[in-house]
T-cell receptor, first 115, second 110 residues
Framework: DGGITQSPKYLFRKEGQNVTLSCEQNLNHDAMYWYRQDPGQGLRLIYYSQIVNDFQKGDIAEGYSVSREKKESFPLTVTSAQKNPTAFYLC??????????????FGSGTQLSVL | DAKTTQPPSMDCAEGRAANLPCNHSTISGNEYVYWYRQIHSQGPQYIIHGLKNNETNEMASLIITEDRKSSTLILPHATLRDTAVYYCIVRVQAGNQFYFGTGTSLTVIP
């Protein structure tokens, strides 16, 4: 089945530690996105990538880093510089064509908590 | 500044139509309006989207005002399984970014 796979589902971070959230898609989509969701709030864009080897900062990129070495993969690293990392993280993808048919497809999310 | 504004919560009786409003008064002519819904701790699911014209699919209808400053998502016959948070989203052409609002928590009451 085509879709987006996020792993792990739950992740714990110790003080001063970097952690990496995995996002893989087999939809052959060019564009991929990372969103952060805090309890009772909407989704905020962290980073997005329209094509391999290129990515742009979203509204809340500080304390995060990404890479896009392969079309299928868009891992997110939460660095120690992110002082409040506890949140639900969602990865999404889209065709990236910008046409009327463009839609976001989401993974099932990763809940990150600080120990 | 938020691109969309939604009421934080709404109730709807089971079997009745649920009408969820969204204000997007700063939308530009080439920006699309999308609606997604999210059930607790899952990824949001696509419902419907449009640019200028009203749209209908098997899940819902989307009514966009002529000036495009607001829209309404209509679930024609709400069921208990429609209880979720509904997000109104604007997709901007620059960077193909999707901007989420804070959502409306819809509770369908038996």
């Amino acid at each position: 089945d085509g879709g987006i796979t996020q792993s792990p589902k739950y992740l714990f971070r110790k003080e001063g530690q970097n952690v990496t959230l995995s996002c893989e898609q087999n939809l052959n989509h060019d564009a991929m996105y990372w969103y952060r969701q805090d309890p009772g709030q909407g989704l905020r864009l962290i980073y997005y990538s329209q094509i391999v080897n290129d990515f742009q900062k979203g509204d809340i990129a500080e304390g995060y880093s990404v890479s896009r070495e392969k079309k299928e993969s868009f891992p997110l690293t939460v660095t120690s510089a992110q002082k409040n990392p506890t949140a639900f993280y969602l990865c999404a993808s889209s065709t990236g064509t910008g046409t009327f048919s463009e839609k976001l497809f989401f993974g099932s999310g990763t809940q990150l908590s600080v120990l | 500044d938020a691109k969309t504004t939604q009421p934080p919560s709404m109730d709807c009786a089971e079997g009745r139509a649920a009408n969820l409003p969204c204000n997007h008064s700063t939308i530009s002519g080439n920006e699309y309006v999308y609606w997604y819904r999210q059930i607790h701790s899952q990824g949001p699911q696509y419902i419907i989207h449009g640019l200028k014209n009203n749209e209908t699919n098997e899940m819902a209808s989307l009514i966009i005002t002529e000036d495009r400053k607001s829209s309404t998502l209509i679930l024609p016959h709400a069921t208990l399984r429609d209880t979720a948070v509904y997000y109104c989203i604007v997709r901007v052409q620059a960077g193909n970014q999707f901007y989420f609002g804070t959502g409306t928590s819809l509770t369908v009451i038996p």
